[in-house]
């Protein structure tokens, strides 16, 4: 049977398409059985093949010579999308690149389906930039200029925090005031929104979306935060060089902290510069490691590794990071508690627009019957404790948290380019 429409989440740190076939919807796998995909994207230098989401991550983690990036979505709305950047040694357009990685996407559902599917509603965060209506409006102008380039013929959009409310709706008994935090990689979105199986079916759901606010954080800067407060330290962040004992630049610390800025660092002039500070540091030891991250081009493996310790420390209370790949046996003890502290006034900026949404929608904390948590930074433990403090009379649904926008925009596919919504089925 012939797929009429999907839904893709282009996300910062994950991707899903869904599709609709006959009044299923299902979840695409996109990397073997997978059906999330890392938005990464890698592309080897010996004949400038691209490799994606997971193939991606290890052909960079095994050191294949190439160019890796993460974090494409952050780029939409901003000047980076026409400055490009350098791949193997050629210049290219960050539009070329995101195309590429959503081609691949459409590529596995139209298989899947049997047929080139025309139909698609794209996934967006409130904002794409807080504060600027233009960038924004730009973000997803471009966004569907990329769609209509890989074939998409019918083109809209729907916030995320919507769409996840829409995969969880089906599974909903009586009628819910709930409010979803959609927390992803790059942004933070929320919506207050009447929920229930018999709305399903309504042709127009406007009427039951009651707010919808959105802020420029995610895990990104959580990753971020936990870099410069934690490790960054340790490879002469705010140390001083020269008589005057002026601090070093920071703005390469902060580059090396953000998963969409780092490969801008790899260039002469930027080498050159550290290496002539390091001989007036103050402390060469601890900025010599930054020498060298720059040499070996190791930046990324460095912000993996604050990664991998703001994930470990959502379940343990301290987390010992290693970067051996800088020197032999440079081991750094991180503490739950300094991260949480790294990251207290984000997660206070996202805790504003959830109250933003509910004075928006006229509505207060007491009167939300659910709380729909989706996205990868919902699992850290001073979030969810913001959100159980702030909703302690609300239920919690927490299930799929990698998948349900993809899902939910597979339903609203549906709604919009075909029949009522039937079923939905994870594949």
């Not at 093949?49 to 939409?76: E, H, P, T, W």
């Not at 996840?164 to 207050?192: N, P, Q, W």
């Not at 962040?237 to 090396?256: I, M, N, Q």
């Not at 379940?315 to 300094?338: N, T, W, Y």
Request: proline share 4%; with cysteine; net charge negative.
């Amino acid at each position: 049977m012939t797929a009429i429409s999907c839904g893709i989440d282009f996300g910062t740190s994950n991707s899903t398409i869904a599709i609709d076939q006959a009044g299923t919807i299902s979840l695409v796998p996109v990397e073997e059985s997978h059906v999330t995909i890392p938005s990464a994207i890698f592309f080897r230098r010996t004949d400038n093949r691209a490799l994606y989401g997971r193939a991606a991550v290890n052909a960079f983690f095994d050191r294949q010579d190439g160019r890796f990036m993460r974090s494409l979505k952050r780029v939409l709305g901003t000047s980076l999308m026409k400055q490009g950047t350098q791949v193997n040694g050629t210049p290219m357009n960050f539009s070329i690149i995101i195309t590429a990685f959503l081609r691949h996407l459409k590529d596995k559902a139209d298989a899947q389906a049997g047929s080139s599917i025309e139909n698609v509603v794209m996934g967006r965060p409130v904002h794409f930039v807080d504060n600027d209506p233009s960038a924004d409006t730009q973000a997803q102008a471009e966004l569907e200029v990329i769609a209509r380039r890989i074939g998409f013929k019918h083109i809209d959009f729907q916030y995320e925090p919507i769409a996840a409310a829409f995969a969880h709706e089906a599974r909903i008994s009586g009628e819910k005031l709930a409010i979803v935090a959609d927390l992803g990689g790059g942004t933070s979105d929320f919506t207050v929104i009447r929920l229930s199986k018999q709305y399903i079916h309504k042709p127009d759901r406007s009427s039951d979306i009651l707010a919808n606010t959105g802020v420029r954080i995610g895990g990104n800067d959580f990753d971020k935060a936990l870099s410069l407060a934690g490790i960054m330290p340790e490879l002469g962040y705010r140390t001083t060089y020269g008589a005057k004992h002026l601090e070093v630049p920071l703005k390469p610390f902060h580059d090396l902290a953000e998963w969409s800025k780092v490969n801008f660092l790899y260039t002469p002039k930027v080498l050159m510069q550290t290496r002539q500070l390091l001989h007036e540091s103050h402390d060469k030891p601890r900025y010599r490691r930054l020498v060298s991250v720059l040499e070996q081009e190791t930046g990324h493996m460095l912000l993996a590794a604050a990664e991998d310790a703001k994930i470990a420390l959502s379940d343990e209370p301290s987390h010992q990071a290693i970067f051996d790949f800088i020197e032999p046996d440079f081991v750094l003890p991180i503490g739950r508690q300094l991260f949480e502290e790294a990251i207290d006034e984000q997660v206070e900026q996202i805790m504003d627009s959830a109250r933003a949404c509910l004075q928006q929608a006229g509505v207060g904390a007491a009167d939300i019957d659910l709380v729909i948590l989706t996205g990868g930074s919902t699992e850290v433990r001073s979030v969810q404790a913001a959100f159980s403090q702030l909703f302690p009379k609300a239920d919690i649904a927490d299930q799929n948290k990698l998948s349900s926008v993809g899902l939910g925009l597979g339903y609203d596919s549906h709604y919009k380019f075909g029949q009522p919504r039937q079923s939905a089925t994870v594949s």
